[in-house]
């Protein structure tokens, strides 16, 4: 299910980052990332889309990926498709039919190499910048371990030498 290796550049089709937020931000997903997890990776496959990155927590997601060959008119269905999953998942396992789980969503194409690889950088590291591990390589929803494990050493230390803290990405404080 996990993709193959690292792109080390934009796509001509289109690359986006994605960031969507449960509703107040609320941590429904909390002990249940796995569903959100296996959900982002299993219907971008599905729908064509190549994961580069992707960071998922109790109350938000973000992922970076190039969308599928003919443009991003996939990327809607895609987030729908997800957002109605794993809101029937968590609901019924809470008993709650019908709640709202999620917000919204916010999708950016990326439309240069700096910004690239800044934003592989803030969604491969986003669990060490919320405080939840020490190294990104260990916090299990995350792409940090396929990352490091997949792509050459030097890109790696590339990507991990961009700073974020000028990236501009909705992100929400982690109700993990």
């Known amino acids: 299910m996990w993709p ?9 089709d289109g690359t986006f980052i994605v ?10 997903f909390r002990g249940r990332e ?21 960071a998922v ?31 029937t998942v968590v609901n019924r396992a809470d008993r709650t039919p019908g709640r709202q789980v999620w917000a919204n969503y916010w999708d950016t194409a ?5 910004s690239y690889l800044a934003r592989l950088a803030y969604v491969h590291l986003n669990a060490v910048e919320h405080g939840l591990v020490t190294r990104a390589a260990l916090y299990p929803w995350c792409s940090a371990t396929w990352f490091e ?10 990507v991990y030498s961009f700073k974020t803290d000028h990236v501009h990405v909705r992100d929400v404080e982690c109700g993990a």
Do not use: K
């Not at 690292?6 to 001509?12: D, F, G, V």
């Not at 960031?19 to 429904?28: H, N």
């Not at 796995?34 to 992707?54: F, I, N, S």
């Not at 990326?110 to 700096?114: R, S």
């Open 57 to 87: 927590f109790s109350n938000h997601y973000h992922f970076v990926a190039d969308c599928p060959l003919g443009g991003a008119a996939t990327l809607r269905p895609l987030l729908r498709r997800l957002h109605a999953g794993s809101a």
């Open 34 to 54: 796995q569903v959100l997890h296996d959900g982002v990776l299993t219907l971008a496959a599905e729908m064509g889309w190549r994961l580069q990155a992707w």
């Open 149 to 158: 494990s997949t792509a050459s050493s030097p890109f790696v230390q590339t």
């Open 4 to 12: 193959h290796a690292p792109r080390h550049e934009l796509s001509a």
């Open 110 to 114: 990326i439309t240069n190499q700096g």
């Open 19 to 28: 960031t969507a937020a449960t509703l107040g931000r609320r941590p429904v």
